[in-house]
């Protein structure tokens, strides 16, 4: 849409020029008699219409563009670039920097145990959020779609995480999480299994999963509100007609909801999932990748590299980097492209 | 057959309620917590306040310099939503508008980077802003916060501008509007609506922002607010007080911007939803 009009067709020119081009003849051509006029600017008016985007105005393209793509030149190209370049470099401090060929990739891949350790727990996360998150969000969608009470006041309730900055969330759940006085633990002794009390994200064995919940507890509500308004764009004689064969819920649901949420599920799927696999600041937040390597995702580990271990090498951490961003691109075109390929053959 | 189907819906809403309780709970908790003393909540964490203490924000705004973050980040964030209304309309104007060479895939170079890992950019951003004394300075990352905005803000502007009728310019073409003057007496007034969303959305979002603010901002003076909160807890592990106060003063403004917009912002948020 929109971007017709270049050449307009003749058939549409009386009813362009009716108005304003009339107008415009009339001032031009006063003396005139007024069908005279008409006439003998019509030619000339085509001709404007036709002056105008047909031939692109170059100039107004640039003075639009050109801020934009000066940005976008300078902060995303640029820097994507000059990061591909180093991760062929060791870069110290001072501008100092060495040309190193492949041996950052070759150290990555063979001699970095905590690089793969971090790809595993990315790739944990990575899987097992989608299907929380977008399940939770779902089943919450269909709440509020059932119509409950309270609807309103649910929707808020459960949105407002979503707008919270990862600081105050990682600080919040840090507190739920507290050994002595969390929620979680006190919970667990009220109800009498003070023997799970645990130091959550201080044990190695539970920390990724409690930094999942924490995420997830975050995105659901982004999630619903997703569905809530695919399911509200549903057409609604479809489910009617389900009532009246006598649907039960639960069948509406699997062979009539879900079908047709497809496209946005998978959507949401695909999003959630490259969103985890650039995850930080709730980790950094809370556990900085800590205790034993056992939360370090991806990116946390570049931070480190980069800016908190003494080795003082940018060239490694951009190795990591590049090849990360070619593994996120290649999922998500790969994945965009599998789902598009499976829509096709089912239709 | 009714009483059962009660008993369901009984259950159903309890389960509601459960799950409200563990979404909204936090923050009713934070908030408590942002009026009580630092003693008073180790003595009972998940005590109500005995007395109002409205004087902790008092504390939190002067002497925890929450005053400065706040108005680090309000300049920043106010600058860069600024620049990027109109960077953004601009180039959204030029795609919707004009067809020329290169079009689409200009389009597409720069919404591309809507799913590059930040990683990618971050570590360079860092050598090329202390290049440019551009490291540590507001108005560095007020243009590193434009430029990982601006895809977003281009798409949703573009998909809203790209709807508006072709007619409408050919009439001002007529009536003598220049290509400069259609931008902001035609393109800017009717796109309100989406403009608006844009606005809100990009203000959260740049509110929020963690990661690159802690990689390009090492500065005390020049923190913005989750930074400023990141370092008070790492400092004052123990003023849990305190830190709750902190947590209510970066709050507050996304919520007050919630209830005045919500519609706008869930507009927003789920016209993110599709940007693969």
Redesign the interface.
């Known amino acids: 849409?929109?971007?017709?009009?270049?050449s307009?067709p003749p058939a549409f020119f009386p009813?362009?020029?009716e108005?304003?081009?009339m107008a415009?003849s009339v001032t031009t051509m006063s003396a005139v008699s007024t069908s005279e006029g008409l006439l003998s600017t019509r030619p000339e008016?085509i001709q404007?219409?036709r002056g105008?985007?047909a031939q692109?105005?170059?100039?107004?393209?640039m003075?639009?563009?050109t801020?934009?793509?000066l940005?976008?030149l300078?902060?995303?190209m640029?820097?994507?670039v000059?990061?591909f370049y180093?991760s062929f470099h060791v870069?110290k401090p001072r501008g100092a920097e060495e040309y190193v060929g492949l041996a950052n990739f070759i150290t990555l891949f063979t001699k970095d145990p905590t690089f793969w350790r971090a790809v595993a727990n990315t790739m944990i996360w990575a899987t097992v959020a989608p299907v929380a998150d977008v399940g939770t969000g779902l089943v919450?969608a269909l709440?509020l779609y059932a119509k409950?009470?309270f609807a309103r006041f649910?929707r808020?309730?459960?949105?407002?995480?979503?707008?919270?900055?990862?600081?105050?969330v990682g600080?919040?759940?840090m507190?739920?999480y507290n050994y002595d006085?969390g929620?979680a633990n006190?919970f667990l002794r009220t109800v009498g299994l003070g023997a799970w009390a645990h130091s959550w994200i201080g044990d190695p064995a539970t920390a990724l999963w409690a930094l999942i919940f924490a995420h997830a507890?975050k995105w659901?509500?982004?999630n619903m509100?997703?569905c809530l308004?695919a399911l509200f764009a549903l057409p609604s004689e479809v489910l009617e007609a389900a009532e009246l064969d006598n649907c039960g819920w639960f069948r509406k649901l699997v062979h009539i909801i879900i079908p047709m949420l497809r496209a946005?599920l998978l959507?949401?799927l695909?999003?959630a999932f490259?969103g985890k696999?650039?995850v930080?600041?709730l980790v950094?937040?809370m556990t900085r990748g800590g205790p034993l390597w056992s939360t370090e995702t991806?990116?946390t580990y570049?931070?480190k590299r980069?800016?908190e271990w003494n080795t003082f090498d940018?060239g490694y951490?951009?190795a990591?980097?590049?090849v990360?961003?070619i593994v996120?691109?290649a999922f998500?075109i790969g994945l965009?492209w599998l789902f598009r390929q499976r829509e096709r053959l089912e239709y | 057959m009714p009483i059962p189907r009660v008993w369901t819906h009984a259950l159903l809403l309890i389960g509601l309620a459960l799950y409200t309780v563990f979404s909204a709970g936090p923050f009713a908790w934070v908030s408590i917590m942002s009026l009580r003393t630092t003693p008073e909540i180790s003595a009972s964490p998940y005590g109500l306040p005995e007395r109002i203490h409205w004087d902790k924000f008092l504390t939190a705004w002067t002497t925890s310099h929450y005053g400065m973050y706040f108005w680090n980040s309000t300049l920043v964030v106010v600058s860069a939503v600024a620049i990027l209304t109109i960077l953004g309309a601009m180039a959204a104007h030029c795609f919707a508008r004009y067809r020329f060479r290169g079009n689409r895939l200009l389009f597409f170079l720069i919404f591309s980077a809507i799913i590059f890992p930040p990683q990618v950019t971050i570590i360079s951003l860092f050598q090329v802003l202390v290049k440019y004394g551009l490291f540590n300075t507001r108005a560095g990352l007020t243009l590193v916060y434009v430029s990982i905005q601006l895809p977003l803000t281009m798409y949703i502007l573009e998909s809203f501008f790209a709807q508006i009728p072709q007619e409408l310019y050919e009439a001002a073409k007529i009536d003598g509007c220049s290509d400069y003057n259609i931008f902001w007496r035609l393109t800017l007034p009717i796109g309100v609506p989406a403009i608006a969303t844009t606005i809100i959305l990009n203000f959260i979002s740049l509110w929020n922002e963690f990661l690159y603010a802690v990689v390009l901002i090492t500065d005390e003076e020049m923190r913005t607010l989750p930074l400023g909160i990141q370092k008070f807890m790492g400092d004052q592990m123990q003023d849990i007080g305190m830190i709750a106060t902190g947590l209510m003063i970066a709050i507050v403004p996304v919520i007050v911007v919630y209830a005045l917009f919500s519609e706008k912002l869930i507009r927003g948020m789920t016209a993110g939803a599709v940007k693969l």
């Open positions: 849409m929109g971007k017709l009009s270049l307009i009813l362009l020029v108005g304003p081009a415009k008016v404007r219409v105008g985007p692109a105005p170059w100039g107004a393209i003075v639009y563009l801020p934009a793509l940005v976008y300078a902060f995303t640029y820097p994507v000059l990061t180093n870069i919450l709440c409950v009470p649910f808020v309730a459960w949105f407002t995480p979503v707008l919270i900055s990862y600081v105050v600080i919040l759940w507190w739920i006085w929620i006190q507890w659901a509500g982004f509100v997703v308004a946005t959507n949401l695909i999003l490259v696999m650039k930080f600041d950094w937040i991806v990116s570049v931070y980069a800016f940018l951490p951009s990591v980097a590049a990360w961003f996120v691109m998500v965009t």
